[in-house]
């Protein structure tokens, strides 16, 4: 898998930005996929999976009611609109695939995009 992440920049707080993530030869309903974020001097954490059937979704409890994680098989493509930003998620978020060895969590990922920075600041 080769995903490029898109969609990112700078927003003020109470915004909204919608990330994508694409790989023209993948199938997002086979994977387990991830939206996860690093900030400076950070670790980096989950954000949002979602899973390969059923797309079940999962989100941490700082994005809960906030962010939106979704699929488009046709366009190949996994989405993460992002409503009411707050300066703490100024963050690069990355996307990421698993193998769907069951329900999506945020652990045992294998494939990463380069990232995209989200900047929220007024």
């Known amino acids: 898998l080769q995903l490029v992440e898109s969609g990112g920049g700078l927003v003020q707080p109470g915004g909204s930005l919608r990330l994508s993530c694409v790989d023209s030869k993948f199938t997002p309903d086979y994977w387990n996929m991830a939206w996860f974020r690093q900030a400076p001097g950070k670790e980096r954490e989950g954000v949002a999976c979602?899973?390969?059937?059923?797309?079940?979704?999962r989100y941490a409890d700082s994005v809960k009611g906030r962010f939106t994680i979704s699929k488009d098989n046709g366009k190949k493509s996994v989405f993460l609109q992002m409503e009411s930003l707050k300066p703490e998620d100024t963050a690069n978020y990355y996307c990421?695939?698993?193998?769907?060895?069951?329900?999506?969590?945020?652990?045992?990922?294998?494939?990463w995009g380069q990232g995209t920075q989200v900047t929220v600041s007024s």
């Open positions: 979602i899973s390969s059937k059923g797309g079940v979704a």
């Open positions: 990421a695939a698993a193998e769907p060895w069951g329900p999506c969590n945020f652990d045992g990922y294998d494939y």
